[in-house]
């Protein structure tokens, strides 16, 4: 019985380990074009910006939140941490079907561990 219950708990112990590296409270540094300019459109269509966030730091990026500026904007958060030296792509997606403007400029606010802990995306568009 003492041996299943040892078995247990070393299986248990193995499945709650954290396998991404990353440690509470450890900072890094990142790069990223902070504006995606979508030049004209046609109303209605759909802007597909691209963010590539490099990690320059030395501790794994880990970006904890994606957050778009209003309900016409979607975007993906990505699920891993991302190496030092590595990439990622956050894409975001703007509905331009309700816009009203002759050009917009929305926003994605990324949360992250670097200095600041905050980084704005713009994404800008000529409506026709």
Do not use: H, W
């Not at 966030?53 to 309900?71: F, Q």
């Not at 590595?86 to 992250?112: D, P």
């Amino acid at each position: 019985m003492k041996k299943l219950l040892f078995i247990a708990v070393v299986i248990l112990g193995a499945a709650c380990t954290d396998n991404k590296g990353v440690k509470v409270g450890e900072m890094t540094t990142m790069e990223v074009n902070e504006e995606f300019d979508a030049g004209v459109v046609v109303k209605g269509e759909v802007i597909k910006a691209k963010f590539v966030v490099k990690n320059t730091g030395d501790a794994p990026l880990v970006i904890s939140e994606v957050r778009p500026s209003c309900s016409c904007t979607v975007a993906e958060k990505p699920s891993d941490p991302v190496k030092p030296g590595a990439s990622t792509t956050i894409v975001a997606k703007v509905e331009t079907a309700n816009v009203s403007s002759k050009s917009i400029t929305k926003s994605v606010t990324l949360v992250t561990n670097t200095e600041g802990s905050t980084k704005v995306l713009l994404i800008k568009a000529k409506i026709k």
